[in-house]
């Protein structure tokens, strides 16, 4: 009797862990298909990911090359720009001087114009009346002039500066 309940026993035992064995082998099988669509659909994500990678590079190394091309039109402009103030700035004396010296041809004019009409009658003196108003517009001219040029050959302080290119800045 003990043969027979340990014969059952036994093939109780291998049944049950047969089953056990199908049992657990079909959760396996479920696991591995699941894991085989995960590797592909990471695979598929890893396409994507690389393709789009590359694709923000390009477009990177694109709008790096447009930025430094701008950089350098602006530089050129600024440049220029500096040459022509430099240039400008050192004619300014020049002019200045020259336009001291037509002020000064001005001013003998008019204090001739003026010692004539002191003796002058009739349209003489109305003709070297209206002469007098056109020199002395000159001179308002020259002097406005003078005081302008005088104003752009002066140092002007940093912050004021800076001021001055923001103002001077187009708004967006």
């Known amino acids: ?7 059952v026993s036994l093939v109780v035992l291998l049944v ?10 079909s959760g396996l099988e479920e696991a591995r298909a699941q894991l085989h669509a995960i590797e592909q659909t990471a695979s598929a994500a890893k396409t994507a ?13 694109a709008q ?3 930025h430094e091309a701008k950089l350098k039109t602006l530089a050129a402009e600024h440049e220029a720009q500096q040459q022509a103030l430099a240039g400008s700035l050192s004619r300014a004396n020049e002019r200045i001087t020259a336009l001291s010296t037509q002020r000064q041809g001005a ?3 008019l204090d001739q114009i003026r010692r004539e009409m002191a003796s002058a009658t009739g349209a003489h003196r109305e003709a070297l009346s209206q002469r007098e ?6 001179q308002k ?7 302008g040029l005088n104003c752009l050959s002066a140092s002007v302080p940093a912050d004021e500066l800076a001021l001055l290119n923001r103002v001077g800045q187009p708004q967006p």
């Open 107 to 109: 001013n003998t004019e």
């Open 16 to 25: 049950a862990g047969w089953l056990g064995y199908r049992w657990g082998a």
């Open 1 to 7: 009797m003990i043969y027979i309940r340990f014969a």
């Open 49 to 61: 990911h690389d393709a789009a990678q590359q694709q923000i590079d390009a477009q990177l190394k």
């Open 133 to 138: 108003q056109q020199v002395l517009a000159l």
């Open 64 to 66: 790096a090359a447009d």
């Open 141 to 147: 001219q020259l002097a406005q002039q003078e005081q």
